[in-house]
């Protein structure tokens, strides 16, 4: 087992840590709380199957997390800009 970082740059550049995540049960999930995780992984404190066992996250919604934070950040998981974005980035990608 490889050693982890107790601590990573979260996704308005704070201190995250493991105990600093969203809450396993967590039932709302706000667009910062996902990038908080998206973070977690990037940063090394969580794999990306230890984020989907412990929030219960299916593979395809996570990778929705990350391929959102990549191409707009933290706004780009905003649940009422989804579609906005999704179709803004279908149109660059078929160009």
Known sequence: MTDRPSH???PVGEILTLDGL???????WT???KAEVVSAIRGELL???EACARYGLEMEELIGW?????????????I????????????QDRY
């Open 80 to 91: 009422t800009r989804l579609q906005e974005y999704r179709e803004m980035y279908e149109k």
């Open 8 to 10: 990573c740059i979260g």
């Open 47 to 49: 794999t990306f199957d």
């Open 22 to 28: 969203p809450a396993a049960n967590t039932g709302r």
């Open 66 to 78: 990350q391929r959102a934070v990549g191409r707009s950040g933290v706004r780009g998981l905003r």
């Open 31 to 33: 667009p910062r709380r």
